[in-house]
Each structure stands twice: as C-alpha cells, then as structure tokens.
C-alpha cells in the first residue's frame, strides 16, 4: 500500500473478504486506442518492481533481526545518527527515553522493565532498510521487526503507536507500556528543547512542540491517567540535563501546556476563564482532575443557580474585599450563629454547614460534579441574606459576624475553584 501511493501514486483496493490489497486504480490523463492496457502493463511492471525491492529490505532486515544482535544492531547504529546537535545522537534520545520511560510506568500501570525494553527499541527501526525507503512507516515497521525478534505484544504495540497522536483526530496510545513511552518521547522533547532555549515562537514551531504538549494532554486525559507533571518534567529534566544542555523552567514548560489545554477545551466548548478559575487552584499539574472540575464547572454554569450564585459569591467577595482593607484585618474567624439577627442570617448559617458537609467528602473523592452541585445549592440562600440584610450593620459585632459569614462563603466556595478569575 505504501509504495503503491507513495512512490506510484496509485489507490490501492483492498479486498473485504481477505482483508488483503489485492487490486490497484491509476489515472491516466489521456485516452489510448487499446483502452490503457499499455498503460497498465507499464504500471503493473513499474509497480512490480518496487514491491520486489520492498520484499528485499524486509528479507533483509529480518536477517538482522533475527539475528543473534537483535534490534540491538540498529540501536547501536543510532550512535552516529544526530537527533539535535545540542541534545545529542538518536541513541542518546533513547537512553533518556528508557530511563524515564521506566520513571513513568509505576504511574500508567505499565511494567517498568518491559516500559524500558519498549523505549530502547521504539526508534531502532530508523536504522532499517524499510524505514530508509519509506520513512512514513517508522513505528509500524519497528513493531513488526519487535514481534519477529520475540518480543512481546506489549513492547511491539509501543513500537508503533509511540508516535501518536500526530493530529487532533488520531487514536492515542491506550496501553499501559505503550503509554509510558509515548509520554516519554514527547515530554523529552519538551523538557529538552526548554533547556536548549528553542521554544515556539509565535507561529514558528519547526520542532512541533505544540503538537508534543497536546499529545502530553491527551494521552492522559483520554486514558484518565492521574500524575503530578511538576513531578514528571522535574524527572526528564533532570536527566535532560545530566548532558549539561542546560536546565528546562518547569514552570514555563507548564504554563505552555496550560496554553495548548486552553486550547483544547475551547474546542470542546468550555470557556477560556473557566479553565482559568480551575488552573488557579491548587493540583492543577494534574491534567486529568483539570480537566474533570473544568468540565464540572462548565456544566454548572449552564444552570441558572450556578450563574446566579456566582454574582452572589461576587458580591459578597466584593463587600468582604473592601471591609478588610478598610478595616486592615481578614475576617476568616468564624461567624457565630448567636448573633444572627434575621432569619435569613440563620438559613444561610445552615445550608452552609449543609453544603460544607457535601463539598468536602466530594473534593476529596474528586467527584466535582457533586462538589460543585452542592455548592450551587447555596443560590437561594445567598441571594436571601442580600435582599434582608445590611453587612455593614451599626452594631460592629454583628457587623464583624455578617463579615465573617461572607468570608465563610467565599472559602466554600474556592474549595471548587477559583470563581474570582470567572466573568461576568
């Protein structure tokens, strides 16, 4: 099929039954007298030949992998082969790769040493015959090679699908080794063109960065793969940097991946200050809970009592903002139901302590729906204690006490997020 389009540029037929590619359709851009029979005795020789020399680089690479080296032969080839002239050889890459491949593998569920065997033998097919001819079959033919050397199933899947995603569209990796070594290969490349200082630029990305981190980003989102990435980019640049290419900034290579996460959710529909009200909070280097309170969040406010209740949790930071500069002291004491005046005072003491009680099981659990649910819950209440009541009362103790309710509100409710980076 690849030397048919490529080299040929013929659409190949595959035929139902066998699951084989059996037939080949070409265009030609003139008529003859014998119908194109001449045309496609010339093709079919053309064709012929080619496929003949495909079936000699194959013969020849299984000579060499099943030989008593293995892949090992083409991983020492790599050796002499530049990966970046600041980040060493292709071999080098994989060292890096194995190493943190291994890192990696305890947190995706893989198998540390068949994560490192994968990652030492992912891009040995770059030293093959076949991958030579036609370098779009990198990976898949590397998984081929894996299996007829006798490798397991696992480390020739990571072969092929480490690559991946290489668009917005593609499948990604789904098995725990093959994981492991496609974040791998993908935070290297972060964390080492960081240390080298060859970042994007506007829309100059000639190392495809942005397409690592959204597949950083999707990998783990998609597999529902939780991991601290302070903890992993820490991890690669630490042997990034045993090299001495430099240190990559952790916390720059992070706000990148935040960026392309933006990105990401935005096409999916969830709104630039919701991510960011999720990114302010504590744990946001953990992608997948990012994107799990992102999306809780963004279903909140699709409810009229999550879009009210966020003017409500406005208002009161905003009048609580103000009494503590004015005052110069932070009201995060504690309010006191005895001094409750109205009714409304004393509804809002008790669905708070309601909501308190849902919030923090759930925020513990993770479950941010029910967290989030909860704290919409709060609407009703919040909006009565604002029509019935005067913070800035006469009496300072009860004024100190309305004072310290709002602040009891506005600490609920960042338990969630930070609602102050929200618009509106």
């Not at 310290?404 to 618009?423: E, Y």
Request: charged fraction near 30%.
């Amino acid at each position: 099929q690849t030397s048919m389009k490529e080299h040929q540029k013929f659409f190949s037929v595959r035929n139902p039954k066998s699951g084989q590619i059996e037939r080949f359709v070409t265009v030609a851009n003139r008529t003859t007298a014998d119908e194109g029979a001449t045309i496609l005795t010339g093709n079919e020789k053309v064709l012929g030949a080619r496929l003949s020399d495909a079936k000699f680089f194959w013969d020849n690479d299984l000579r060499t992998v099943t030989s008593g080296a293995g892949m090992e032969t083409w991983v020492k080839a790599l050796e002499n082969v530049t990966f970046h002239n600041k980040l060493g050889t292709q071999a080098e890459l994989i060292d890096r790769m194995a190493t943190l491949s291994r890192e990696l593998a305890p947190l995706v569920g893989a198998d540390a040493d068949e994560a490192e065997q994968a990652a030492r033998v992912a891009k040995a097919d770059l030293s093959s015959e076949m991958v030579y001819e036609f370098p779009e079959l990198q990976g898949l033919m590397g998984s081929y090679y894996a299996r007829k050397a006798g490798m397991s199933d696992a480390v020739a899947d990571a072969a092929k699908d480490h690559y991946a995603p290489l668009g917005p569209s593609d499948d990604v990796p789904t098995a725990p080794v093959a994981i492991a070594v496609a974040l791998a290969e993908k935070i290297d490349k972060l964390t080492g063109f960081w240390a080298i200082d060859e970042k994007p630029t506007g829309s100059k990305d000639p190392f495809a960065l942005r397409r690592a981190a959204l597949g950083v980003i999707r990998i783990l989102v998609e597999n529902d793969v939780s991991l601290s990435l302070n903890d992993v980019l820490g991890q690669s640049a630490e042997i990034v940097g045993d090299r001495d290419a430099g240190r990559a900034d952790i916390a720059d290579i992070r706000g990148f991946i935040h960026d392309r996460l933006k990105v990401y959710l935005r096409d999916q529909g969830i709104r630039h200050d919701i991510i960011d009200a999720c990114i302010a909070m504590d744990g946001s280097d953990d992608l997948t809970l990012l994107v799990k309170r992102a999306r809780a969040l963004s279903e909140t406010l699709k409810t009229d009592d999550g879009e009210n209740l966020i003017q409500g949790f406005k208002r009161a930071n905003n009048i609580l903002s103000q009494a503590e500069e004015a005052d110069g002291v932070e009201y995060s004491f504690g309010a006191d139901p005895k001094f409750a005046e109205t009714e409304a005072e004393k509804d809002l003491f008790t669905a708070l302590d309601k909501a308190e009680a849902k919030i923090t099981p759930a925020m513990a659990a993770q479950d941010f729906s029910t967290a989030m649910a909860a704290m919409a819950e709060l609407r009703g209440p919040i909006d009565a204690f604002f029509e019935a009541v005067q913070v800035n009362a006469e009496n300072p103790t009860v004024r100190r006490n309305r004072l310290n309710l709002l602040s009891r509100i506005r600490t609920i409710c960042s338990a969630v997020a930070d609602l102050t980076k929200l618009d509106g």
